[in-house]
């Protein structure tokens, strides 16, 4: 049987640096490449640039090109304007999260490809959605040019793989936290710059309010989470939009307890900008129990649990 070849484009984000990684455990290093928008030179610290291929994901003949010449079967589209930096530039960032969304599902559609994966975002739930346990079918009403391009991604998605066949799997994510790479330029990014300030400085400015509780998920959970998905069989995947997903919730006050309980000088103080609106849009925890019965989602880490792996990589 023929091994799959696996495109990540993106793959110099937050997330698509450590996915790469893991996609070549799975799949051997030999099928998984990465692309982005940076050229060979500026990310030879991340990978090899044997498996690397520079691609803007807007040029859609170059896209299709680069599937052909690699024969690849599965695509991890991950390219995006993520939700702060998606107010600053909103155009741009419909341009990139819808146009590039359209030339990924089209190539599964006109080159048979076999798989694809696309991320959503707890950004497609807005003011008016229950924020306790959101249930995976409810209001949404995104305020954000990234929640709305997301919202609107999720029903082509669905649209597609009714219309055209296309498998096409999806989560949404809360916030993102990692050690081994950067974040990206969300909302919930405090919660990974946090770890770092604390290290170096003991005390950490946070641009959202102390009580301000978010949906959290730590990156092995969130890495775990996306290949169980793509790897379940076609049948078990009963949602086609995008399937809730959840780890944890906390505060900033109460992230900042965690901290302190391993850097007991660690200081915190806040001063909210622009992003507090964000977050006071989105949901404060996520009901993810369809996930957990299609294809037996489980979460490993909790606060603290994640609180100490995170700091004991970053020190070392």
């Not at 076609?234 to 307890?257: D, V, W």
């Not at 849009?281 to 369809?290: F, G, R």
């Amino acid at each position: 049987m023929q091994k799959d070849n696996i495109l990540v484009i993106g793959a110099c984000g937050q997330l698509g640096t450590e996915l790469t990684y893991e996609l070549m455990k799975v799949h051997g290093v030999e099928h998984v490449f990465a692309c982005d928008i940076r050229t060979p030179k500026d990310v030879k610290h991340l990978f090899d640039t044997k498996m690397y291929h520079t691609l803007n994901v807007l040029n859609q003949k170059k896209l299709y090109e680069l599937i052909k010449t690699l024969k690849i079967t599965q695509i991890y589209h991950l390219a995006a304007y993520l939700s702060a930096s998606g107010e600053k530039f909103p155009e741009a960032a419909w341009e990139l999260n819808m146009d590039g969304l359209f030339n990924i599902l089209n190539a599964a559609r006109d080159l048979g490809l076999r798989k694809v994966y696309w991320p959503s975002s707890i950004a497609v739930f807005g003011p008016n959605t229950p924020a306790i346990m959101t249930p995976q079918n409810c209001i949404m009403d995104p305020n954000t040019i990234y929640g709305i391009s997301k919202l609107a991604g999720e029903r082509y998605c669905e649209y597609y793989h009714k219309r055209y066949g296309v498998d096409v799997r999806s989560l949404r994510y809360p916030g993102l936290i990692g050690w081994k790479s950067a974040p990206g330029g969300g909302t919930t990014d405090y919660a990974v710059t946090i770890f770092h300030e604390a290290i170096k400085n003991n005390k950490f400015e946070c641009f959202l309010k102390q009580n301000t509780e978010l949906p959290m998920l730590y990156m092995p959970d969130a890495l775990r989470a996306t290949i169980d998905l793509m790897e379940a069989p076609a049948e078990k995947i009963k949602i086609r939009s995008s399937y809730n997903l959840a780890g944890m919730s906390f505060t900033p006050k109460e992230i900042a307890a965690s901290i302190k309980q391993h850097i007991p000088k660690f200081k915190m103080t806040y001063s909210p900008d622009y992003r507090q609106a964000i977050a006071d849009s989105w949901p404060n925890s996520i009901d993810d129990k369809v996930a957990r019965k299609d294809w037996g989602w489980k979460p490993k880490f909790n606060l603290e649990k994640m609180t100490k792996d995170m700091l004991e990589n970053l020190s070392s």
